[in-house]
């Protein structure tokens, strides 16, 4: 992205409180958690943001797994961009303990500064011990998106 590209922020408020989204005309570059999200405009509807904030709430109501966004990501080359490849690779409902995605500390200081939380779901990589771990959008967060997960992919599974 160069210094030039225009960026939109916009905001939207949604079953877990405001969320943020900055866009450029071709993808989604940030996604601010209620935590950190600034009031901002809506969006126009049939832009990026609008398809993204659409997503996003089929996502909380159970209803998508999977996001369909084009979404501005670190170079692949870099340590990070392959962690966050590896973050965003999941399943749905499954959880990765850090260590299983490289050195422990270095992926969680990845989660932690990860600029697209729900669409690369860092909320699924828990420590071995002690779960479900921090969380930038807080560990009460983290919960609530673990057990929705949990709850619609079991809700999937055949009954014995």
């Keep these: 992205?160069?210094?030039?590209?225009?960026?939109?922020?916009?905001?939207?408020?949604?079953?877990?409180?405001?969320?943020?989204?900055l866009c450029t005309e071709n993808s989604v570059c940030s996604?601010?958690?209620?935590?950190?999200?600034?009031?901002?405009?809506?969006?126009?509807?049939?832009?990026?943001?609008?398809?993204?904030?659409?997503?996003?709430?089929?996502?909380?109501?159970?209803s998508r797994q999977h996001f369909q966004l084009p979404l501005?990501?670190?170079?692949?080359?870099?340590?990070?961009?392959?962690?966050l490849r590896a973050i965003a690779a999941i399943p749905y409902g499954s959880t990765a303990t850090y260590g299983s995605l490289g050195p422990a500390r270095a992926v969680g200081q990845i989660c932690a500064g990860n600029p697209l939380p729900l669409f690369i779901p860092c909320h699924r990589v828990?420590?071995?011990?002690?779960?479900?771990?921090?969380?930038?959008?807080?560990?009460?967060?983290?919960v609530r998106l673990l057990d929705l997960e949990h709850r619609v992919s079991c809700h999937a599974c055949p009954k014995v």
């Design 1 to 21: 992205m160069s210094l030039q590209t225009k960026l939109t922020a916009s905001s939207r408020n949604t079953s877990i409180g405001r969320i943020t989204l």
């Design 31 to 62: 996604l601010q958690l209620p935590c950190h999200a600034i009031a901002v405009p809506p969006t126009a509807p049939g832009s990026l943001a609008d398809a993204a904030f659409e997503q996003i709430e089929e996502y909380l109501a159970g």
């Design 72 to 83: 501005h990501l670190p170079e692949s080359t870099s340590f990070a961009g392959k962690i």
């Design 126 to 142: 828990i420590p071995v011990s002690h779960p479900p771990g921090n969380y930038l959008g807080g560990k009460e967060l983290k």
